[in-house]
């Protein structure tokens, strides 16, 4: 059982930024997908970076490429979302998902779906004002 608890959310005005931070209880392997995924009110789930854990590579979804970035810092288990130049459509609550065992690109798996996560955090509100 992998145990995920985000913090770092916060109210900041239209070109703020936040570090939003994932702390994760111990994987069983070091080759885990972890992920950041937001929802607004009313709106789907959609997922936002994630980072292999077994090499730190990276995938982005295109709304926030060169504004967002994430990262890992192994020792600690804990991956971070750098969100910068933020916007009033980057409002929502964001959750960091974990996937054990697997590459975040793969003819079985692709980071961006949230169905192929088992393990999610309670979540972190980010509120973008203009």
Same mark, same amino acid.
């Given at each position: 059982?992998?145990?995920?608890?985000?913090?770092?959310?916060?109210?900041?005005?239209?070109?703020?930024?936040?570090?939003?931070? &994932?702390?994760?209880?111990?994987?069983?392997?070091?080759?885990? &997908?972890?992920?950041?995924?937001?929802?607004?009110?009313?709106?789907?789930?959609?997922?936002?970076?994630?980072?292999?854990?077994?090499?730190?590579?990276?995938?982005? *979804?295109?709304?926030?490429?060169?504004?967002?970035?994430?990262?890992?810092?192994?020792?600690?288990?804990?991956?971070?979302?750098?969100?910068?130049?933020?916007?009033?459509?980057?409002?929502?609550?964001?959750?960091? *998902?974990?996937?054990?065992?697997?590459? &975040?690109?793969?003819?079985?798996?692709?980071?961006?779906?949230? *169905?192929?996560?088992?393990?999610?955090?309670?979540?972190?509100?980010?509120?973008?004002?203009?």
């Amino acid at each position: 059982q992998v145990h995920l608890v985000e913090s770092g959310g916060g109210s900041v005005q239209a070109g703020g930024s936040l570090r939003l931070s &994932c702390a994760a209880s111990e994987f069983p392997t070091n080759k885990n &997908c972890m992920a950041w995924f937001r929802q607004a009110p009313g709106k789907e789930r959609e997922g936002v970076a994630a980072i292999y854990t077994g090499a730190n590579y990276t995938y982005y *979804a295109d709304s926030v490429k060169g504004r967002f970035t994430i990262s890992l810092d192994n020792a600690k288990n804990t991956a971070y979302l750098h969100v910068n130049s933020l916007k009033p459509e980057d409002t929502a609550m964001y959750y960091c *998902a974990a996937q054990p065992g697997t590459y &975040c690109s793969s003819v079985r798996f692709w980071w961006n779906s949230a *169905a192929g996560f088992d393990y999610w955090g309670q979540g972190t509100q980010v509120t973008v004002s203009s």
